[in-house]
């Protein structure tokens, strides 16, 4: 068997432990006779795997005891809706920072609901760069303030959290969820569809404050208020139960084999500064971020020749490296490194990278 090294941005690799896990445990889920797939969501078994998943999840984020853990379907695009329906409440407007294709899907789902108005944006330069964000131009009226924390299309992150006092913060942490320690009590709602770093694809996690609980408009569908999920424990309908079950082993690998997200952020740091480190001093290769907004998660990089860039990315997946095309609007190429990207996989990556330099030179 020889494995890939998969840099896409979503879905994404998964830890090597996880899926040997969870390949022993196909066919007979801990002598039950089934594989979890196949099991009822009301069983006692299966109610024994969502409740250490989300204790897991607690005890990893460390998620403060007035938070409710939801898990859902719909994927992150669907909270793009349930967070204005849920929370444009009282004033019926809230600020948006426009940092990528994310944060602008979200802010366009947001206008049909209410006011929805753009506090920033990157959009001059391709999103290259966070925004900085001037407080004064904040809503103190606001039901919220949102942002997109890590850009997976164009490979920024916000440098620092916006001081929004009493608006609640909402965050899109699709693309950097588990990467590194998160003080949740800062926001209002945390989301993330886990396909990236969480789990595999089909499973939304959301966090929300508990007093964000509760307030759906009317018209809101019963799928789409938190509520629902809320007083149900996520099971008012069929959950995602693979997914659930698969992002435990994620939380289990985290805990057991990395030892905790400040563990896991030292080797998200370092993965990431080998492969800066090449970019900064290459004379093919350059970065397409500003050095202050770079995400640690997806580093888009170019050679400024589309017939080069076309090159690299066939050379390199005959080598073993794929789904380094970068997204169409920037062009070039993405490494997506999320957490279960081994180190070698980046070393490697970067000695291929070398190679080509010099060969192309
Ligand atoms: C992938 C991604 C999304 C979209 O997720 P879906 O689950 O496909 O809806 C939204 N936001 C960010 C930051 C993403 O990386």
Redesign the pocket.
């Known amino acids: 068997m020889s494995r890939v090294y998969n840099f896409s941005a979503?879905p994404s690799m998964l830890p090597e432990w996880v899926l040997k896990k969870a390949a022993e445990e196909m066919l007979d889920y801990q002598g039950t006779g089934q594989s979890v797939m196949e099991m009822s969501h009301r069983s006692k078994e299966y109610e024994a795997i969502i409740t250490e998943c989300e204790a897991l999840l607690r005890e990893i984020l460390n998620i403060p005891d007035n938070y409710k853990v939801l898990f859902l379907q719909g994927?992150?695009?669907t909270q793009f809706a349930m967070i204005p329906l849920n929370l444009m409440n009282k004033s019926g407007k809230a600020d948006y920072v426009i940092t990528g294709q994310?944060a602008k899907k979200a802010y366009a789902e947001a206008q049909k609901y209410g006011t929805a108005n753009v506090v920033a944006s990157s959009a001059d330069k391709t999103f290259s760069y966070i925004p900085k964000l001037d407080p004064s131009k904040f809503d103190k009226e606001a039901d919220y303030f949102y942002i997109?924390l890590?850009?997976?299309i164009y490979g920024t992150k916000f440098p620092e959290l916006p001081d929004t006092g009493n608006v609640p913060l909402v965050c899109?942490f699709?693309?950097c969820a588990l990467s590194e320690p998160i003080d949740v009590s800062k926001f209002g709602i945390l989301y993330a569809?886990a396909?990236?770093n969480m789990s595999c694809a089909g499973l939304?996690v959301v966090i929300i404050r508990e007093d964000l609980v509760g307030h759906a408009r009317d018209m809101t569908p019963t799928m789409l208020d938190y509520k629902i999920h809320v007083e149900n424990g996520s099971m008012y309908n069929t959950p995602p139960t693979y997914a659930i079950y698969i992002h435990k082993l994620v939380l289990e690998w985290l805990k057991n084999e990395i030892g905790g997200l400040e563990n896991m952020k030292k080797i998200n740091e370092g993965k990431a500064a080998l492969l800066y480190d090449f970019l900064d001093q290459s004379k093919l290769f350059k970065g397409t971020v500003e050095k202050d907004s770079r995400s640690l998660m997806n580093i888009p990089f170019v050679t400024g020749d589309e017939e080069m860039d076309k090159k690299f990315v066939a050379e390199a997946k005959k080598a073993g490296f794929i789904n380094l095309k970068g997204h169409r609007t920037v062009g070039g190429m993405r490494a997506s490194i999320y957490n279960a990207m081994p180190v070698e996989g980046v070393k490697a990556l970067v000695a291929f990278m070398e190679k080509f330099e010099k060969e192309n030179a």
Do not use: E, F, V
């Open positions: 979503g994927g992150a695009s994310w997109c890590n850009n997976t899109d699709s693309s569809g396909q990236k939304t």
